[in-house]
């Protein structure tokens, strides 16, 4: 364990084995950082926050603020990393609210750039990337390996898929499906992530079904409830059309984004 002589780690701190906290640093009393914690300089971790092993922190991070929320009084509600997280400079991470999930969760080996936000009760998933100055309102959950470009911002309450992609300056009011990719201000469905599912080993076979079971939900003629049913039978052995149907049919209470027409 290092610890800066002018950082500031209050009583009640549990500080994990290998943890390294910087020059002029606060760690707040009810704060948990997980075996080799890197905390560089001048990062804020407050709340009832625990942080997971390995994960880097840089400048001027806020962890564990509380929500911006004009309901909370105060309540202990607490905000959980994973590990292997790479925490870029400037990013604010809220704990939750009693009138939500009670915590927000980060998952584990995400990567958070320079100045992206995560609200109160917004749950992530792991290996998601959140560029500069990405946003997420309130509630929001966002799926494993999702990729959110600079400057988009995420409307409270929506849900965005795994593996999916959200474009530059995308303002997203609405769910985006599994391995999606959502493009323009505000954002529609633009097709498939598919250079996302190339990089993470996505078959041919798989990708040639995704964009079959993509075409026929998003056709014209029959009712969208018609036509997820006729891609559950032709595509719904496939594991990732099965992902999309499920995350259709799970209760949200954002309607799905649609490609424009």
Avoid: W
Avoid at 159 to 185: E, K, L, M, Q
Avoid at 195 to 201: D, N, P, S, T
């Amino acid at each position: 364990m290092s610890i800066h002589p002018t950082a500031i780690i209050d009583v009640g701190a549990e500080i994990g084995d290998g943890a390294r906290i910087g020059p002029y640093c606060h760690v707040g009393p009810n704060v948990k950082l997980g075996p080799g914690v890197i905390l560089h300089s001048h990062v804020a971790v407050t709340g009832a926050t625990t942080i997971g092993a390995r994960t880097a922190v840089h400048p001027f991070a806020v962890l564990g603020g509380p929500p911006q929320h004009l309901g909370y009084r105060g309540e202990e509600t607490k905000l959980i990393i994973g590990e292997g997280n790479v925490i870029r400079e400037h990013v604010t991470m809220n704990v939750g609210t009693v009138a939500g999930r009670g915590e927000t969760r980060i998952g584990s080996n995400g990567f958070f750039m320079a100045a992206s936000h995560v609200a109160h009760d917004c749950i992530i998933g792991d290996n998601v990337i959140m560029a500069n100055n990405a946003t997420l309102g309130g509630h929001v959950v966002i799926d494993e390996g999702a990729f959110l470009g600079g400057l988009c911002a995420i409307h409270q309450h929506c849900r965005v898929g795994a593996f999916a992609f959200i474009g530059g300056c995308a303002a997203v009011p609405t769910d985006v499906i599994p391995y999606g990719s959502a493009i323009g201000n505000h954002a529609n469905l633009a097709g498939l992530n598919v250079v996302g599912l190339k990089r993470r080993g996505v078959t041919r076979a798989a990708i040639h079904d995704l964009r079959g079971a993509y075409k026929l939900l998003f056709s014209e003629g029959a009712t969208f409830q018609e036509r997820l049913a006729q891609v559950e039978a032709d595509f719904g052995a496939r594991p990732e059309v099965s992902r999309i149907i499920a995350f259709i049919k799970s209760d949200a209470p954002r309607p799905l984004m649609t490609p424009a027409r």
